[in-house]
């Protein structure tokens, strides 16, 4: 398995006993987690640098289990430059943008160097989603930079949002769903696949926000075929990460 | 196989359906076997979506040749419910086995103030049957004051989040009677913070059927990093000792 939508850290406004990348580690050897694609929590927040210098801690600690993503804010376009230089020459292999915690438009100036790197080096962008306007926006914005990996992060989060994710992105080439989310609402799975293929759907969990536990339960209780199954837990994620 | 109960399951079609999620009695009984659910705890659509007795009367009628689903029946301020006095309500717990009770102040228009449901609550406590809410919908601060005044209410809370340890932890220290519905509640490691503070009497298993899949709370289960007679204890025996404890 390999989760595509993970963390690190802690998070402000509520409590769960360990972020760290030990416990992190821990934790996939149970349940036979391969890897997981991180991004701090500090990185969305705060101090994107400071929580991209500890993706990188966790990464030199476990270079087989954990991939970076950048962590990058729409407040300081700037530099975004030199942090995704810097970031990919050491090994970060994705691009991670919160436009909710950052307060800030998908469609915003400040994201479109980000959007112009992922472009050039064909990368994974996974982007916060919540709601149909976050949706629609991304849809929008992959249509534009066709040679980046657009991860449409919750796909919209509510469910109204997640089914016209996939009315709105079924055949778009650069767009996967992602299904992390709390809420893993009982039969959105099989729309996806029945919808836009298992080919265009990723497993994530948040974890450690979340436990990974209930979603790895949730995706193999569907009622979808093994090799979808196996697509969506691995075999998609796996094919991103080789055409970078 | 371990074998579960189901304390949060809804039949009936409510009045928003999506992708084709309701229940019948026939396909929650293809869910049970599924999952291995042997008993379940059921309350109906038309009690939340319509009229609360209306919707109890409904169920009863349902589940009429199922033995191995409990009726759970939605309850209202005494004020404005058919069955006004707490020996009409417990003369119809008796007839029709009534094992726990949901209220929903949040669809209903009431709130969990003592004035308005104080005297419905009491009678509650006394027998000692669970009472089921939805604390985020509710507001934690009226479950908390609910408790003050009705210490020993068995409340089961459900569709709780991972974001709810700050209020869980203090309410599961303070009230030996409240209960977590595990659906919903998944900060990380968070059965095995729940078990390491409080044991695990305190934590139901619940589907929140037609909404969830049990899939995703029975692999967090059969993974948690507790012991195999905790998990049975969260699996089946905590909620089947709350349905027979209740004296009626």
Redesign the interface.
């Known amino acids: 398995m390999i989760d595509a939508h993970a963390h690190l850290g802690k998070w402000f406004n509520f409590y769960y006993d360990s972020g760290d990348y030990s416990s992190m580690v821990k934790m996939m050897d149970k349940i036979k987690m391969d890897s997981a694609w991180i991004s701090a929590l500090m990185g969305i927040g705060p101090d994107y640098k400071l929580g991209n210098e500890m993706v990188l801690q966790a990464i030199r600690a476990f270079p087989d289990r954990f991939k970076g993503y950048v962590a990058l804010s729409p407040h300081f376009p700037d530099e975004m430059q030199e942090e995704l230089d810097k970031r990919f020459s050491q090994g970060f292999i994705g691009i991670k943008l919160h436009p909710g915690t950052h307060m800030y438009p998908i469609d915003g100036a400040g994201y479109l160097y980000a959007y112009e790197f992922g472009n050039k080096h064909k990368c994974p962008i996974l982007i916060h989603t919540w709601g149909e306007g976050n949706v629609r926006a991304l849809a929008k914005i992959a249509m534009s930079y066709p040679d980046a990996i657009f991860i449409m992060g919750h796909s919209g989060g509510d469910l109204n949002s997640m089914i016209l994710a996939a009315d709105i992105t079924d055949g778009a080439d650069n767009i996967y769903l992602d299904l992390t989310g709390s809420a893993m609402y009982n039969g959105i799975v099989e729309y996806y696949v029945d919808k836009v293929g298992s080919e265009k759907v990723l497993f994530g969990t948040d974890f450690p926000f979340i436990d990974p536990r209930p979603a790895i339960g949730w995706i193999k209780s569907s009622r979808i075929k093994d090799e979808d199954k196996l697509n969506i837990l691995h075999k998609n994620a796996e094919r991103i990460s080789k055409n970078i | 196989m371990r074998e579960y109960f189901d304390i949060n399951v809804m039949i009936g079609k409510p009045t928003v359906v999506?992708?084709?999620?309701w229940l019948t009695i026939d396909r929650l009984s293809v869910e049970m076997d599924r999952?291995n659910i042997k008993k379940a705890l059921v309350y109906h659509s038309y009690s939340r979506d319509y009229d609360a007795h209306f919707g109890n009367i409904h169920l009863i009628e349902e589940i009429a040749e199922c033995s191995d689903i409990y009726p759970s029946w939605v309850l209202l301020p005494l004020d404005i419910f058919p069955l006004n006095s707490p020996e009409k309500l417990i003369e119809e717990f008796k007839k029709n086995n009534i094992r726990a009770i949901r209220l929903f102040p949040e669809f209903h228009n009431f709130l969990l103030e003592e004035e308005i449901i104080g005297d419905l609550l009491a009678p509650l406590e006394e027998i000692g049957i669970p009472v089921i809410v939805s604390p985020n919908k509710v507001g934690w601060k009226d479950i908390f004051n609910t408790l003050k005044n009705h210490p020993q209410l068995k409340l089961i809370l459900v569709d709780l989040?991972?974001?709810?340890?700050?209020y869980v932890f203090p309410l599961l220290k303070r009230y030996k009677d409240v209960y977590i519905e595990l659906s919903?509640y998944?900060?990380?490691?968070?059965i095995?913070?729940i078990y390491r503070r409080f044991g695990a009497e305190q934590m139901v298993f619940g589907s929140n059927?037609?909404?969830?899949?049990?899939?995703?709370?029975?692999?967090?289960i059969e993974?948690?990093?507790i012991p195999e007679e905790a998990k049975d204890l969260i699996a089946y025996k905590n909620a089947s000792r709350l349905i027979q404890e209740v004296k009626i």
Not at chain 2, 161 to 166: A, V
Not at chain 2, 186 to 190: A, K, S, V, Y
Not at chain 2, 209 to 220: I, N, Q, R, V
């Open positions: 999506q992708l084709d999620k999952f989040t991972y974001r709810n340890s700050s919903g998944i900060p990380f490691l968070g095995e913070g059927l037609p909404y969830k899949s049990p899939g995703a709370t029975l692999f967090y993974n948690a990093d």
